[in-house]
């Protein structure tokens, strides 16, 4: 302290060093008993500190607990269905719950993935469910998308709102051919799915719908689905960069 008119606070617990002037705008001095009670704070601050890191280590090894216990348990079972069953729907899908699972499990504790790395993912997958189905897919990318990085999270919904979509699309429609195109509007990635459609009048949005709606709206985006003229259908994902 400089008789008072200052207060030299050190640094700690991942804060910066502060000098603190003019107490009470001047009106009075620092003393001893404010140096002891921004001493005080610091050691609050760095149990609160050591406290939280403990609780995010427990909750990290809770998770890789869970993690494994999906993995090992319900995976194994999954995969003994698949390779099991005569029925080939039924191993659909088994396939799409393990899909589901694995996006579960990245969302969990994964490292995430670039937005180009993601979207190859999708199409690979779409293109194998679009063949078992006897689809035809035809995928249509802009070259100029950026180099974004998805959090597991972001990579987890995006990827079970499109598993989704394709799911309706073909166990609704069974179309001939399905049409997907991903693009840049402004700022914004638009994901857009057509194919044909001729059930006609209302759309009804059940429970794989309206999961698709929460979990890009988690990530602040939309989901829009119309019919065309043409006797078409198109849903489309647009959701902020």
Known sequence: MDDGLSLAVPARSGCPALRL???????SLFSHRDQQFVESLQALLGQTLLQRSALDE?????????GEDLHDDLGSR??????????EE???????????LRSILSAIDGPG?????????????????????????????DTN???????????????RCLRELITNALKHARPAWLEARVELNGNR????????????????????LQGTERRIGSLSGTLQISQEAAGQLEARLELPL
């Open 58 to 66: 427990a909750a990290k090894a809770e998770r890789q607990r869970i």
């Open 90 to 100: 039924l191993a659909g899908i088994a396939r799409d719950a393990m899909a589901d």
């Open 189 to 208: 990635l638009a994901i857009s799915l057509r194919h044909p459609w001729s059930a006609g009048g209302e759309i009804r949005k059940g429970r794989g």
């Open 21 to 27: 002037h003019l107490r009470e705008d001047g009106q």
């Open 78 to 87: 999954l995969l003994m269905l698949i390779h099991r069953s005569h029925d």
């Open 145 to 159: 998308l950026p180099e974004h990085r998805l959090s597991a999270q972001a990579r987890s919904a995006l990827e």
């Open 113 to 141: 993935a670039m937005l180009a790395e993601m979207l190859a993912d999708c199409r690979a997958e779409a293109a194998a469910r679009c063949e078992a189905a006897g689809t035809e897919l035809a995928w249509q990318q």
